[in-house]
């Protein structure tokens, strides 16, 4: 019998095999190739947003084709990095930006604004030693999203998430 932990890690790198851009060599036909960002996404984070970024929304949000919005607004951009899942990641603040720039603009699918700059290293170890531990966090998120909406254009339904909606 396969270890459970093991059978879910190969489930989510085949899943995970449809959004990524790798191409597999001649000696590796049909396997994905996962650069750092989008392993450390599929260990870390596909377990319960999905490997491919979909997810039940009522139970954790969608991050395909929605993830993007978040970058339209400074408070949107740091709530990201600011949840505490992802502020206490073990993951160094380099390799933290990385997975959030392959979930904001890979995953988002189009979704970030035009323009809209990429995480640094510096800019997520700034905003990620203030984890949101100390506010509500549906409550925070639905304010959050509410602005994304009234200032940005984002899709009401990406209010839908755990009874934010």
Same mark, same amino acid.
């Given at each position: 019998?396969?270890?459970?932990? %093991?059978?879910?890690?190969?489930?989510?790198?085949?899943?995970?095999?449809?959004?990524?851009?790798?191409?597999?060599?001649? $000696?590796?036909?049909?396997?994905?190739?996962? +650069?750092?960002?989008?392993?450390? &996404?599929?260990?870390?984070? $596909?377990?319960?947003? $999905?490997?491919?970024?979909?997810?039940?929304?009522? @139970?954790?949000? =969608?991050?395909?084709?929605?993830? $993007?919005?978040?970058?339209?607004?400074? !408070?949107?951009?740091?709530?990201?990095?600011? =949840?505490?899942?992802?502020?206490?990641? %073990?993951?160094?603040?380099?390799?933290?930006? #990385?997975?959030?720039?392959?979930?904001? &603009?890979?995953?988002?699918?189009? @979704?970030?604004?035009?323009?809209? !700059?990429?995480?640094?290293? !510096?800019?997520?170890?700034?905003?990620?030693?203030?984890?949101?531990?100390?506010?509500?966090?549906?409550?925070?998120?639905?304010?959050?999203? +509410?602005?994304?909406?009234?200032?940005?254009? #984002?899709?009401?339904?990406?209010?839908?998430?755990?009874?934010?909606?």
């Amino acid at each position: 019998m396969i270890p459970r932990p %093991l059978a879910l890690a190969a489930a989510a790198a085949i899943g995970l095999a449809g959004v990524v851009a790798g191409r597999a060599d001649s $000696g590796t036909a049909g396997a994905p190739v996962l +650069n750092p960002a989008q392993s450390q &996404f599929l260990l870390r984070c $596909g377990g319960c947003h $999905g490997t491919a970024g979909l997810s039940p929304p009522k @139970s954790v949000p =969608v991050l395909r084709g929605r993830a $993007g919005w978040f970058l339209c607004t400074p !408070e949107g951009r740091e709530y990201i990095v600011r =949840v505490p899942n992802v502020a206490r990641a %073990l993951l160094d603040d380099a390799r933290l930006a #990385a997975v959030l720039n392959f979930v904001a &603009f890979d995953l988002g699918e189009g @979704s970030a604004p035009h323009g809209a !700059e990429p995480f640094t290293g !510096e800019e997520v170890r700034a905003i990620r030693a203030r984890p949101l531990t100390d506010v509500p966090l549906l409550a925070h998120r639905r304010q959050v999203v +509410n602005d994304l909406i009234r200032r940005c254009g #984002a899709p009401k339904d990406l209010l839908v998430y755990g009874g934010a909606g």
